[in-house]
């Protein structure tokens, strides 16, 4: 269940239904349809359920019956599925040299590790940007270009500064 924090209340009251009664009546079926025994849901989001900050300013908050269904825990971007994902962008837009693409996987991961250990609100640096910058480079864009377009598009005077970008 993707993006739960940008979920509307009344489809939430629903899941909570289904998963509280193991069953769930659909509006086309006359009896319920009962919760397989190997059904697990996993609900990711962007907030802790609080609603919206700076960084996710479109997101609801979570009701109490909610979150108290799920287990919370933050889960990182893997950096190894994020460089195979951004290998085969790569590939899939005719990029042979695996140094620069090694090269730029290594710099976005360096920089969003920059931005989490500074505790930057209002950067992000998401496997978006690796991936978007890997097509730029297999289409034979210029780097600089590719880090003002991907990596700084949103970033201030000062956060670039401290940076050093």
């Not at 479109?58 to 893997?78: C, F, H, K, N, S």
């Not at 140094?99 to 989490?116: D, G």
Request: charged share 25%; proline share 4%.
């Amino acid at each position: 269940f993707d993006e739960m924090d940008s979920c509307g209340p009344e489809a939430l009251v629903a899941i909570n239904a289904a998963l509280a009664n193991n069953s769930y009546t659909f509006p086309d079926s006359p009896k319920a349809v009962a919760r397989h025994p190997d059904f697990i849901c996993i609900a990711c989001a962007n907030t802790r359920g609080k609603g919206a900050d700076r960084d996710y300013v479109g997101r609801m908050p979570l009701d109490a019956a909610t979150l108290d269904r799920y287990v919370q825990m933050e889960i990182d971007y893997d950096t190894v599925i994020e460089g195979n994902m951004a290998a085969t962008n790569y590939q899939q837009y005719g990029g042979t040299d695996t140094f620069k693409l090694q090269s730029w996987v290594s710099e976005v991961q360096a920089l969003r590790a920059q931005i989490n250990s500074k505790k930057m609100e209002g950067v992000i640096i998401s496997p978006r940007a690796t991936k978007a910058g890997a097509k730029a480079l297999a289409l034979g864009l210029d780097l600089k270009k590719i880090r003002e377009s991907v990596l700084y598009k949103h970033m201030s005077h000062d956060q670039r500064r401290q940076l050093g970008v």
